[in-house]
C-alpha cells in the first residue's frame, strides 16, 4: 500500500528566506510523486509533479522538488519565500495515475 | 471549458437528511474521483471512475454513500440519512494519464 508522510504540520519562515517542506512516501512500485497547494476555502492547485526522468522537477511559482529514491522522498524547495506563499501544501503519490494518496499537509507562514 | 466545477460550494442540511453534490470535470477527461477532505487533513479518496464505470471505492464509503457517473460526463454523490461525521469538504477531480485537476470542493455542515 502507499502512504505519504509529511514531517513538520507547521513550517514558518521569514519573507526572503529558504523554504523546504518535507514529503516521504512509501510505495511498492515507481510512485508518481506530486506537491499540491491549497488556499483557504479552495481546491487543490498542482505545483509540480514527477513521473519518470529528471530527478529535479521544477514547478510554478519558483517551487522546485527533488526525487531521491533512496531516501524515498520528495522535498519541496523554494530559494526566497514570498507572503502570496503562505498556504496548506500536500504531497502526493499514486501509481499510475490512479488514485491519489495524500499526506497530511503541511502549513506555511510567511512573516514580514 | 475553465476548469472542474462543483456545485453547490456549500451546503447545510439537518442530520437524516439526504444530499447531492454534483461535480462536471473537464470535458476531455475520462477519468473522475472524489475525496473527502476534514479539518487538518489531507483529501482521503472515496471513489474513481474510468469514463461512466466506477472502477475502485474506498472503505470510508459507507452504503449510505453512493456515486454515479451516467454516460461518462458530469459525476453526482449522494449521501443518505447524513450523520454529523459526514461534515467535510467534498472534493471533485478530474485527470488525465497523470495529473489530477481539482474543483474547489463542495463544503457540507450537518446540523
Known amino acids: 500500500a502507499q502512504s505519504v508522510t509529511q514531517l513538520g504540520s507547521h513550517v514558518s519562515v521569514s519573507e526572503g528566506a529558504l523554504v523546504l517542506l518535507r514529503c516521504n512516501y512509501s510505495?511498492?512500485?515507481?510512485?508518481?510523486l506530486f506537491w499540491y497547494v491549497q488556499y483557504p476555502n479552495q481546491g487543490l492547485q498542482l505545483l509540480l509533479k514527477?513521473?519518470?526522468?529528471?530527478?529535479l522537477v521544477k514547478g510554478i511559482n519558483g517551487f522546485e522538488a527533488e526525487f531521491k529514491k533512496s531516501e524515498t522522498s520528495f522535498h519541496l524547495t523554494k530559494p526566497s519565500a514570498h507572503m502570496s506563499d503562505a498556504a496548506e501544501y500536500f504531497c502526493a503519490v499514486s501509481d499510475t495515475g490512479t488514485a491519489l494518496i495524500f499526506g497530511k499537509g503541511t502549513t506555511l507562514s510567511v512573516s514580514s | 471549458d475553465t476548469g472542474v466545477s462543483q456545485n453547490p460550494r456549500h451546503k447545510i442540511t439537518k442530520r437524516g437528511q439526504n444530499v447531492t453534490f454534483r461535480c462536471d470535470p473537464i470535458s476531455e477527461h475520462n477519468r473522475l474521483y472524489w475525496y473527502r477532505q476534514t479539518l487538518g487533513q489531507g483529501p482521503e479518496f472515496l471513489t474513481y471512475?474510468?469514463?461512466?464505470?466506477?472502477?475502485?471505492k474506498s472503505r470510508l464509503l459507507s452504503d449510505r454513500f453512493s456515486a454515479e457517473r451516467p454516460k461518462g460526463s458530469f459525476s453526482t454523490l449522494e449521501i443518505q440519512r447524513t450523520e454529523q461525521g459526514d461534515s467535510a469538504m467534498y472534493l471533485c477531480?478530474?485527470?488525465?494519464?497523470?495529473?489530477?485537476?481539482f474543483g474547489q470542493g463542495t463544503r457540507l455542515t450537518v446540523v
Open positions: 477531480a478530474s485527470s488525465t494519464e497523470a495529473e489530477a485537476f
Open positions: 510505495s511498492s512500485v515507481p510512485p508518481y
Open positions: 514527477y513521473t519518470t526522468g529528471a530527478t
Open positions: 471512475f474510468q469514463n461512466e464505470a466506477q472502477l475502485e
